[in-house]
């Protein structure tokens, strides 16, 4: 199990962002040119090449080996899968997270959560964790991780009870000035770190160049 966290700092060098691109495929390529704005091209460029890197590096592949496909829903996956993995942005940083069962990740900012939100959305047993002391946003990303984790879209979130999960383990955490949350089937810690942009570069740039089509 494996659980990072990158936050993006400072812009992504023209020339290093053209050299990332060839590493990732046609499909990424473009939606990383359709991206308005350095940060948010970056953010979705970022995350592809890294998740390739790791695994990559974990299944002891080329990185044009590595075959991926999506769900009804979008949600990416390595054919075979021998690993899962998920990943999740939000302004100025994004989450990746690994296992080798199904693993859904989500990444939220702090902020007031509506009341109205809440009583339309939380189940009774999460609205009596927020009356408890719990922060409604931080159980937000435990129930945007389960979505994930069940490969379902924002529709199934008034069924994200994350409240009554007897099979489902969340590992929430507050990370800076972010809340993080790993939803998994297995009973263990992840293991944990701050991705910095100089290990995700070198990572990255030791995968070998994807064709373009």
């Known amino acids: 199990m494996y659980l990072t966290l990158f936050q993006l700092t400072e812009p992504l060098p023209k020339e290093l962002a053209e050299a990332l691109l060839k590493k990732v ?17 970056a953010l979705r460029l970022l995350p592809a090449v890294y998740t390739r890197a790791y695994l990559a590096a974990a299944l002891g592949r080329d990185n044009r080996e590595l075959q991926f496909a999506v769900t009804r829903e979008q949600k990416p996956y390595l054919l075979g899968n021998a690993l899962f993995f998920n990943f999740a942005h939000t302004a100025g940083a994004f989450a990746f997270a690994c296992d080798r069962s199904p693993v859904g990740v989500d990444l939220e900012k702090p902020r007031r959560m509506r009341r109205n939100l809440i009583e339309r959305y939380y189940s009774e047993g999460e609205k009596a964790q ?65 991705l910095t942009l100089e290990k995700l570069v070198k990572a990255a740039l030791s995968l070998e160049d994807l064709e373009e089509s």
């Open 25 to 41: 495929s046609p499909d990424r390529r473009r939606i990383f040119l359709r991206q308005k704005g350095e940060e948010a091209a």
């Open 130 to 194: 927020i009356e408890a002391g719990a922060d409604p946003v931080l159980i937000w990303t435990k129930k945007e991780a389960l979505l994930k984790l069940r490969g379902e879209g924002l529709a199934g979130i008034l069924s994200a009870d994350t409240a009554s999960m007897q099979d489902v383990f969340f590992d929430s955490r507050k990370v800076g000035e972010y809340f993080l949350t790993m939803a998994t089937k297995t009973p263990e810690k992840p293991e944990f770190e701050i």
